[in-house]
């Protein structure tokens, strides 16, 4: 029986502002508790909200990257209820008319690409923080958090299972970093996401009952989660039992969900308009401020790099999966101009030729030993140890063969191993590891004659049709060259004189 699960995210993303939604408080992380709350954030009487505009402004951002409707008119709602972190007793957010309507994310899995429908965005503000350790007995409340914007990002229930869940996650994680609206740091809780999980018969079109699973802090425990929670559901129904709408956490220690609150004992948040406010007006003029400072998105860099240099869909979508690996590619290409260009052939030609003729290798380097480097260190590119400059100087070695595949990886491993503050001149360290390969026609077709002469045998065998003999002399001839001589002209040198 094939079983289909699916998902729908909430993420609350925190936006990057300097101070609070509504009040002058900083938003700055880790300072001692309580030092960043201002009388509106700690609600003493007779204080009022005042809306931040920076917070507007990166909504709008947000609802622009999406191709989503700004509303023109949208309203603070007060969500209430009592928690000792949420001082006011209700929080400031948006129910019925929220900023961001519709728009959509594409995400790109290694079998194509699928779109992902936003149902809506809307500003809400953060509650404080309970401490429960430190206290015998007694919680502490830290209200510096409290008031931090957030902007609730909420999709259609479009994902299919675990890997699409993430592959979104990580898709929006990185299009609010690209756009400076959030600086998705998840472990100071900067980007969080809940997921909304049923399952259903294939073919079956009405959804089944979810569960929402809260505490998903890194993208790993989200797909765990996700995976562990499919399968207890579909246990359940297996076993002629039925879903109970709630709220579960996901333990990571234990790899499991576990409930925190049934759906029956959901409270009535007796939502209504925030008296204290006036709506949220958004001009069109005001839309259009925002667009023209807006960054090229992801989207359109990669179907420029699929049209400059044929990177394949793929390519181009894990070139631009963030920001920083953007960046960098398109600082190695700039740089590669810099390196010898004649020895590259590319004297007199600019960025988009360089791009042409360099830019699909250069992509793939990328991707292959920078990526697989980065991996294994489990580090992200903004900490690669090769910079970008130094990168396309090694391709650039590459592409003038002055050294091999083999010996550009080792240069790459050399270069990463060098103490962080340490000046890296490349061509140095290819004399001084003697890593450049033979390329000097007159210095190989020396080896050759040589390996020619002491060999008799296998130039009779191969003068007789035996293909065999022909690698025993590419053999010779590298082992005599101590494996730096240029393969392909080996190759080439010895044909030649074979037949000669
Ligand atoms: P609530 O306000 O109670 O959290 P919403 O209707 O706003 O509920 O839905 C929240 C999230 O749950 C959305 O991302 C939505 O796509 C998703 N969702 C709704 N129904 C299902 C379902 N049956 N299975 C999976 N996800 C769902
Ligand atoms: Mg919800």
């Given at each position: 029986?094939a079983?289909?699960?699916?998902v729908g995210i909430?993420?609350h ?7 609070k939604?509504?009040?002058?408080a ?11 709350a201002?009388?509106v954030d700690i ?9 931040n ?13 999406i ?20 001082p006011?007793?209700y ?18 899995l290694p ?6 429908r ?6 809400e503000?953060?509650?404080?923080k309970s ?11 830290d ?17 299919r299972?675990?890997k ?6 990580r ?7 690209w ?7 998840m ?14 018969k ?12 809260k505490?998903?802090?890194?993208f790993?425990f989200?797909?765990?989660?996700i ?29 499991e ?6 759906k ?5 948040y007796?939502?209504?308009?925030d008296?204290?406010?006036l709506p ?23 179907e420029?790099?699929i ?8 390519e ?5 999966a963030?920001k ?5 590619f398109e ?6 101009l ?22 699909s290798?250069?992509?793939?380097g990328?991707?292959n030993?920078?990526?697989a480097?980065?991996n ?18 090694i ?12 010996a ?8 990463w191993d ?7 001149d490349?061509?140095?360290i290819?004399?001084?590891?003697n890593l ?14 040589e ?17 065999k003999?022909?690698n025993?002399?590419?053999g010779q ?19 030649r004189k074979?037949?000669?």
């Amino acid at each position: 029986m094939a079983w289909e699960i699916v998902v729908g995210i909430e993420t609350h993303a925190q936006l990057a502002t300097k101070s609070k939604i509504f009040s002058g408080a900083s938003t700055a992380f880790g300072a001692p508790p309580n030092t960043q709350a201002s009388a509106v954030d700690i609600a003493l009487p007779g204080v009022l909200p005042v809306l931040n505009g920076r917070v507007v402004e990166l909504a709008i951002r947000f609802g622009l990257a999406i191709g989503a409707t700004i509303a023109p008119r949208s309203v603070f709602a007060r969500k209430n209820y009592f928690y000792p972190d949420l001082p006011k007793g209700y929080q400031i957010s948006q129910y019925e008319l929220p900023v961001v309507q519709g728009g959509s994310l594409d995400i790109v899995l290694p079998e194509g690409a699928k779109t992902i429908r936003i149902t809506r965005a809307h500003l809400e503000e953060d509650a404080g923080k309970s401490l429960h350790e430190d206290f015998h007995g007694m919680s502490g409340i830290d209200l510096n958090r409290a008031g931090t914007p957030l902007l609730e990002i909420v999709t259609e229930p479009d994902l299919r299972g675990a890997k699409e869940a993430v592959a979104y996650a990580r898709a929006l994680h990185a299009l609010v970093r690209w756009i400076e609206i959030c600086d998705g740091n998840m472990q100071e809780g900067s980007f969080r996401c809940d997921a909304n999980v049923s399952v259903r018969k294939a073919g079956d079109d009405r959804l089944g009952t979810r569960c929402e699973i809260k505490n998903l802090n890194s993208f790993r425990f989200m797909e765990k989660a996700i995976e562990f929670e499919a399968r207890r559901q579909i246990g359940v129904l297996e076993d002629g039992g039925s879903i109970v709408q709630e709220t579960r956490l996901y333990d990571p220690d234990r790899d499991e969900t576990r409930s925190m609150r049934s759906k029956e004992d959901a409270q009535d948040y007796r939502y209504f308009p925030d008296p204290d406010l006036l709506p949220l007006v958004i001009s069109e003029a005001e839309i259009e401020r925002v667009r023209a400072g807006m960054p090229e998105l992801p989207a359109a860099k990669s179907e420029r790099f699929i049209a400059e240099f044929g990177a394949t869909s793929y390519e181009a979508s894990l070139l631009t999966a963030t920001k920083a690996t953007s960046d960098f590619f398109e600082e190695c290409l700039a740089r590669l101009l810099e390196i010898n260009p004649a020895r590259l052939g590319m004297t007199g030609t600019g960025l988009a030729d360089a791009k042409r003729m360099y830019g699909s290798a250069l992509g793939k380097g990328i991707l292959n030993l920078l990526a697989a480097q980065l991996n294994r260190d489990g580090i992200e590119i903004e900490q690669s140890r090769v910079l970008p400059k130094d990168f396309a100087h090694i391709h650039a070695r590459l592409i003038d063969q002055t050294l091999s595949a083999k010996a550009a990886q080792e240069l790459f491993r050399v270069v990463w191993d060098m103490p962080p503050a340490a000046t890296v001149d490349i061509d140095f360290i290819i004399q001084e590891k003697n890593l450049g390969q033979i390329s000097d026609l007159g210095a190989i077709e020396r080896i050759v004659d040589e390996v020619l002469a002491g060999n008799a045998k296998q130039v009779e065998d191969y003068r007789a049709g035996k293909d065999k003999a022909f690698n025993s002399l590419v053999g010779q001839v590298m082992k005599q060259s101590k494996g730096k001589a240029n393969p392909a002209q080996v190759n080439e040198v010895l044909r030649r004189k074979l037949k000669g």
